[in-house]
């Protein structure tokens, strides 16, 4: 009895703060995907170091957009956060959208900004 007492009381102790923020995994996931990216285009890390770290990364965001694609709240939401994610879903699905295209994360996010191999490497560097 008390045990089950308990249990309800956490219940409703934990419920008004997890409704509070329902985009909380969206922006979660955001910050992972920009992890990710920040990670591969770091010069300052040699390639295990990178390696390793986009692996755990990776891992992480697999989970994530896991959870915010079965998010009822997110996916519910009106916010404009959550309509531009489901809008651009290759680029916030990254994870999910590679590997449906066979495509390693970057491969992919290069291809979705049309960036390429020679036009980064034509770019100059510069103020605008």
Excluded: C
């Amino acid at each position: 009895m008390k045990i089950s007492l308990l249990i309800a009381t956490l219940a409703i102790l934990i419920s008004p703060n997890t409704s509070a923020n329902s985009l909380f995994s969206l922006e979660n996931l955001e910050r992972e995907r920009a992890a990710l990216l920040s990670t591969q285009l770091d010069s300052s890390l040699d390639l295990n170091q990178r390696q390793q770290k986009v692996q755990t990364i990776y891992r992480r965001l697999v989970d994530i957009e896991r959870m915010v694609l079965r998010d009822d709240r997110v996916t519910a939401s009106h916010s404009q956060l959550a309509q531009n994610a489901f809008n651009k879903y290759e680029l916030t699905f990254l994870v999910h959208s590679s590997a449906e295209k066979n495509l390693p994360p970057m491969s992919h996010w290069m291809s979705e900004m049309q960036l390429t191999s020679s036009g980064i490497l034509s770019a100059k560097a510069g103020h605008r």
